[in-house]
C-alpha cells in the first residue's frame, strides 16, 4: 500500500511540472530593466541645452551600468560635447564621465587622454575646472598609472597660470592628489636630485599661498596637506608659509594653515626655529607650533578656535613650560626671555664696551627693542585654555576640554595644575559640557588628589535635574580617593540627601558607596560609630531594614570591612543579622567578609564546626547530564519520555547555581523540552486509530504542543548568542517537526470537500512554502539534515498541495518513527537579556492620573548581548488584555560597553475610566521575522512575532475620573 501511494505521489508530482509554469519570467524582466538606460540617453533629440541637461540628470540616476553600456554612452557623451555650446551641459558631461571612469570593465585611461585632447580646445573657464577634477577623480581611480600622473601634473602647472580661480583651484588640487616625483628616473642621479625634485614641486604650491584669491591660497594650503596625507613628507621650509598665512584674512586659509602647522610640529618637533622678537633665542619647533596654535584660540572664526582648541590635545611632545602657560592669563613683558643684571654686565665686560663718559648717552641699554615686535595682543600660548573654557560657542568649550584631558592624561604636573579648571566647568550651562568635564576628570584620576573645597563644588552639582550627569558624577565618585575622613563622609551625607531626594538613582548610589567603602577603608573604620548611631554605654534602636538610606551605609561600611578585619569589633548584635539578609538580598553589592559569615556560622552551629561540603565542578556534572541523552534512540517511549524529563530538572539546578552556564544550560533545557513535548504528542494510542474515532481532546493536545514546540524554537534562535549554522539547523528542525505535527492533526480534523477541502489546501500549500524555503536554507549553508527533514525534502515536496491526504499518510509515520536527534553544543552561549531598574513595582500606591490623558513612566533597564537596538520595543498588557508596544527612540539608548547598553525614556500610558486600582506589566521585547531563517536580523516588521527579553513588572495605575 505504501509502494503504491509513493508511486501515485511521483505521478502526481510529474503531471504538475508539466502544467504549472516556472517563475523565470519574473527575473527575466528584472534583467532586462537597465537595457532601457541607452534610450533615456538619447541627446540627439533633444532640442535644448535644457533637455539635454535634464536627460543627462535622469541618466545619472540610473548609474551604475555595464560595461557594454557604458562603451556606447562614452561615446555619445563626447559626441554631444563637440555639438553643444551650452557650458552648464559641457561640465555636467565631464562630470558624468568621472563617474563612469570608476565603473568596473571601462577604460579609464581612454577617457583620460581624450580629456586631455579637449582642454586645449576648452575656452570656458568653468569647463576646464571640471575637466581637473575629473581628471583627478580618473588619476586617483588608477594608482599605478604612474606615466599618466606625470601628465598630468605637468598638463595641471602649465594651467596654474589661467586668470580664472577655478582653474587654478582645481590644477592645485590635481597637483596635491597625483603630484610625485619619479623615484626611478631620479635614482640615477643621486639623492640631491631626488630632494631637489620634490623641494621643486613644494616650493611651487608655496608660491600660490601668497595669491590674490584666498580661494586660491587655500587650495595651495590644502594641496600641501594632500601630499602629506599621501606618504610625502614636507619640506621644512613650508612652517614659515604656514605661520604667516594664520594672520589671512579668510576663515579657510586659517582654518587649512592651522592644519598644516600641526602636521610639521609632528613631522619636525625637535627642530630649532627663531623665537619671536629675537635672532638669538631659538625654539622647538613643536613649541613653537603650540603657540601659534594657541593663539588661534581667540581667532574671530568659530570654526578656526574649536580647530585649534582640538588640535592642541594631540601635541604630546610639548615642552611642560608651554603647557603650564596655557593655564595662565599673565603675559610676559614682550614675550622675550629677560636677562638678570648679572647677565648683562657680564655680557658687556665680554665685550669690552664700558661707559667712558666721553659719549652722550654711550652707557645707554646695548638692547635694540622693535616696536612691531612687542604685542600685548600676541599672547602665545598664555592662558590658551583659559579662553578656550570660557568660550561663547560650546563647540569651543567641548574641545578645549577634550584637549586639557589629553594632555592632562600625559603629565601629571598639568594634571594637577588643570584640576581647578575641570572642577569649574562642572557648573558649565550646557549639560553636554558638563557631561564631558565630569569624564574627563574621571580619565586623570589617578593623577590627582580632590581638596575640600574642589569635592564640595563637585558634589554640589549632585542636585542637577538630569539623570545622566548624576550617575556620571556617581561614576567619578567612585574612583576618587579621599583626603580625610571629613571628606568621605561629606560625600556620604550628599549622597544619602540625594537619595531621598531622587529616589530613582538608588542603585546607583549603592553602587557608588560600594565602590567608595571598597577604596577606603582606613576613613570608614574612623566613620562607624557616627555612621551606625552607637554608643559606648546605651543601646540604641536597630535601624529599619526597608529604609534605603541604611542599606546605604551598611553597603559601604561591609565593602570596607573585607580589607579592615577590626571593623566587626565596632558593629553592634543586630549587624550580623542585616548582613546576612543583605548578603542574601544584595549579593552584588555586598561582599562575603570572612569573619562576619564565620560569627553567623558560629551562631547556627553553637561550637561543632560547619559540615564540609563536596566541591563539585558544575561543567564536568553539565556534561555528566548530557551523557544520559546519547542513549536516548534504543530506550522505550515511556523510559526516554522520563529520562529527558529527570534532564531538564538537573539543567535547571545547573542554570540556578553558575551563572556562568545559565544560558548553556537553559539551551539544553529548552531543547529538551521541545523533544519531550514532541515525544508526549505523538506517544498517544489515538495515532493508532482512524481520525473520527479520536476525541477531540487528544488534538487539541497535540496542537498545543505543537504551538509550545514552535515558540520555545523561536527563542532557541533569537535570543542565544554563540551557536553555529548547523546547531541552529538542528533548532530549526524541531519547528519544522512541530509544523508537520500541526499539519497533520488539522487535516485529520478537517473533511475532504468544500470549503474544508480548501482550507486543507491552503494549509497543505504554507507547509509546502515554508519547507521548500527551509530547503534552499540548507543547500546555500551547506547543511546536511537529518533524517525525517531529509525525507521532508525528497518525497513531501514533489506532492502536490491539492492531495492533502496523501500528504497526511505521508507525514505521519515518519513522525512516529523519527525521534529528534540530540544536541551538542560547541561553545558557551550568552542569553540575550534586559533588566528593568525603573520602575521597580510592588507598590501598593497607585499612579493617578485623569482618564483619557496620559501618564508619563519614566523606564530605566540594562540590556545584554542585543546586536540591533532597533528591535528592542516596550510592551504595556493593560487589565483588560489591551497591548500597547511602544518604539523607543535611538537616542534613548546608552552604550556601556560592547553587546551591553543602557535605555533610559518615558512611556505614555493612556486609559479610559477604572473603577479601581488594576496593575499593568510593563516588560521589555524583542520583535523577529518568523519567515528568517538565518542570523536575526534588523527586522521591524509589524507581522513579525516578539520575545519577551524580561521579566514584567507590575505597576498600579488608577485613572480617575475629570474634575467638571
Not at 555639438?83 to 577604460?107: C, W, Y
Amino acid at each position: 500500500m505504501a509502494a503504491h501511494l509513493k508511486k501515485r505521489a511521483y505521478e502526481e508530482f510529474s503531471q504538475i511540472i508539466q502544467e504549472e509554469p516556472k517563475p523565470p519570467p519574473i527575473k527575466v524582466r528584472l534583467v532586462t530593466r537597465p537595457q532601457t538606460s541607452p534610450v533615456l540617453l538619447d541627446l540627439q533629440r533633444a532640442g535644448s541645452s535644457r533637455e539635454a541637461l535634464n536627460q543627462l540628470l535622469e541618466f545619472e540616476n540610473q548609474l551604475p551600468v555595464s560595461a557594454e553600456e557604458a562603451e556606447s554612452v562614452i561615446n555619445t557623451l563626447f559626441e554631444h560635447y563637440n555639438k553643444e555650446e551650452g557650458t552648464h551641459v559641457r561640465s555636467k558631461i565631464v562630470a558624468l564621465l568621472g563617474h563612469i571612469a570608476r565603473l568596473p570593465g571601462v577604460n579609464a585611461l581612454r577617457i583620460a587622454n581624450d580629456l586631455m585632447t579637449l582642454l586645449s580646445s576648452e575656452a570656458s573657464h568653468k569647463v576646464k575646472g571640471q575637466i581637473f577634477t575629473t581628471l583627478t577623480v580618473i588619476g586617483r581611480a588608477l594608482p599605478l598609472t604612474s606615466e599618466l600622473h606625470r601628465q598630468l601634473v605637468q598638463l595641471a602647472q602649465k594651467h596654474l597660470s589661467d586668470q580664472n580661480h577655478a582653474v587654478r583651484c582645481a590644477s592645485l588640487s590635481l597637483i596635491g592628489q597625483l603630484g610625485m616625483f619619479d623615484s626611478k628616473s631620479a635614482s640615477s642621479s643621486g639623492k640631491s636630485s631626488k630632494e631637489r625634485r620634490k623641494g621643486q614641486l613644494q616650493r611651487m604650491l608655496g608660491e600660490f599661498t601668497s595669491d590674490r584669491d584666498a580661494r586660491v591660497r587655500e587650495a595651495a594650503l590644502q594641496a600641501m596637506l594632500s601630499l602629506h596625507q599621501r606618504g610625502q613628507k614636507l619640506e621644512l621650509d613650508l612652517y614659515q608659509q604656514a605661520v604667516r598665512s594664520l594672520a589671512d584674512d579668510h576663515e579657510g586659509v586659517r582654518l587649512v594653515a592651522l592644519k598644516l602647522v600641526w602636521v610639521l610640529g609632528q613631522v619636525y618637533p625637535d627642530e630649532s626655529v627663531s623665537a619671536p622678537g629675537s635672532n638669538e633665542e631659538t625654539l622647538r619647533l613643536v613649541d613653537d607650533g603650540f603657540a601659534k596654535i594657541c593663539e588661534m584660540v581667540t581667532d574671530l572664526s568659530l570654526k578656526v578656535r574649536a580647530e585649534a582648541a582640538g588640535l592642541l590635545g594631540s601635541l604630546h611632545s610639548v615642552s611642560t613650560k608651554f603647557l603650564e602657560q596655557t593655564l595662565d592669563k599673565k603675559l610676559m613683558s614682550g614675550l622675550r626671555k629677560k636677562k638678570s643684571s648679572h647677565e648683562r654686565q657680564k655680557e658687556q665686560y665680554v665685550s669690552g664696551e664700558w661707559s667712558t663718559g666721553k659719549k652722550w648717552a654711550d652707557d645707554a641699554p646695548q638692547e635694540d627693542v622693535n616696536p612691531e615686535t612687542v604685542s600685548l595682543i600676541n599672547s602665545g600660548a598664555c592662558g590658551a585654555f583659559v579662553h578656550g573654557l570660557e568660550d561663547e560657542y560650546l563647540e569651543v568649550r567641548s574641545a578645549a576640554l577634550d584637549s586639557l584631558c589629553e594632555l592632562a592624561a600625559q603629565s601629571p604636573s598639568f594634571a594637577i595644575l588643570s584640576l581647578d579648571f575641570l572642577v569649574d566647568m562642572f557648573n558649565d550651562e550646557i549639560e553636554t559640557v558638563r557631561l564631558n568635564a565630569i569624564h574627563s576628570l574621571r580619565k586623570i584620576n589617578h593623577h590627582i588628589k580632590l581638596r575640600e573645597d574642589q569635592l564640595e563644588i563637585i558634589l554640589n552639582v549632585l542636585d542637577d535635574s538630569s539623570k545622566e550627569i548624576r550617575e556620571a558624577l556617581h561614576e567619578l565618585l567612585s574612583s576618587v580617593s579621599m583626603e580625610t575622613k571629613s571628606c568621605l563622609h561629606k560625600a556620604m551625607m550628599f549622597l544619602i540627601r540625594n537619595l531621598n531626594k531622587y529616589p530613582t538613582d538608588r542603585l546607583s548610589i549603592w553602587n557608588c558607596l560600594k565602590n567608595l567603602g571598597k577604596a577606603n577603608p582606613d576613613l570608614t573604620l574612623a566613620l562607624v560609630p557616627e555612621l551606625l548611631g552607637t554608643h559606648p554605654y546605651f543601646d540604641t534602636p536597630e535601624p529599619d531594614m526597608d529604609d534605603p538610606a541604611y542599606i546605604a551605609v551598611m553597603i559601604m561600611i561591609l565593602n570596607s570591612a573585607v580589607n579592615s578585619p577590626t571593623m566587626s569589633a565596632l558593629f553592634p548584635e543586630y549587624t550580623f543579622r542585616h548582613y546576612g539578609y543583605l548578603r542574601d538580598s544584595l549579593p552584588h553589592l555586598v561582599p562575603e567578609v570572612e569573619h562576619l559569615m564565620a560569627a553567623g556560622r558560629r551562631g547556627v552551629h553553637g561550637n561543632r564546626s560547619p559540615p564540609a561540603e563536596e566541591e563539585t565542578n558544575p561543567q564536568d556534572f553539565l556534561s555528566q547530564t548530557l551523557e544520559k541523552l546519547k542513549g536516548l534512540d534504543s530506550l522505550p517511549n515511556a523510559t526516554a519520555i522520563n529520562v529527558m524529563q529527570l534532564t531538564i530538572r538537573d539543567l535547571q539546578r545547573i542554570s540556578e547555581l553558575e551563572p556562568r552556564l545559565t544560558a548553556t544550560a537553559e539551551f539544553y533545557s529548552m531543547y529538551i523540552e521541545c523533544q519531550l513535548t514532541l515525544a508526549k504528542a505523538l506517544s498517544g494510542d489515538h495515532w493508532n486509530v482512524p481520525a473520527m474515532l479520536c476525541p477531540q481532546q487528544s488534538a487539541e493536545t497535540a496542537l498545543a504542543a505543537a504551538e509550545r514546540v514552535i515558540d520555545l524554537s523561536y527563542r532557541l534562535q533569537h535570543l542565544y548568542l554563540g551557536c553555529s549554522e548547523s546547531e541552529l539547523a538542528q533548532v530549526q528542525q524541531l519547528r519544522l517537526r512541530a509544523w508537520a505535527l500541526q499539519l497533520v492533526v488539522q487535516l485529520r480534523g478537517s473533511g475532504g470537500s468544500g470549503s474544508g477541502g480548501a482550507s486543507a489546501s491552503k494549509l497543505t500549500q504554507r507547509f509546502l512554502n515554508r519547507a521548500s524555503a527551509m530547503q534552499e536554507h540548507f543547500i546555500s549553508a551547506g547543511i546536511s539534515p537529518d533524517s525525517f527533514t531529509r525525507a521532508v525534502f525528497s518525497q513531501v515536496l514533489k506532492l502536490s498541495a491539492a492531495r492533502h491526504a496523501i500528504l497526511t499518510k505521508f507525514l505521519q509515520p515518519l513522525l512516529l518513527h523519527n525521534r529528534a536527534p540530540p544536541l551538542s553544543l560547541a561553545n558557551t552561549l550568552s542569553l540575550v537579556a534586559a533588566d528593568i531598574h525603573e520602575p521597580t513595582g510592588g507598590s501598593d500606591n497607585p499612579m493617578r492620573f485623569t482618564a483619557g490623558l496620559t501618564l508619563g513612566v519614566f523606564l530605566d533597564a540594562s540590556l545584554r548581548n542585543v546586536r540591533d537596538l532597533e528591535r528592542i520595543r516596550i510592551e504595556v498588557k493593560f487589565p483588560d488584555f489591551q497591548t500597547q508596544v511602544f518604539m523607543p527612540r535611538a537616542s534613548d539608548f546608552r552604550v556601556l560597553n560592547d553587546l551591553r547598553h543602557r535605555m533610559m525614556t518615558e512611556i505614555y500610558l493612556s486609559h479610559s475610566l477604572w473603577s479601581e486600582p488594576c496593575q499593568v506589566e510593563i516588560s521589555i521585547v524583542m520583535t523577529y521575522d518568523p519567515n528568517v531563517l538565518g542570523p536575526s536580523t534588523s527586522s521591524s516588521s509589524s507581522s513579525g512575532g516578539t520575545l519577551a527579553l524580561s521579566k514584567p513588572v507590575k505597576v498600579y495605575l488608577m485613572p480617575k475620573p475629570s474634575k467638571r
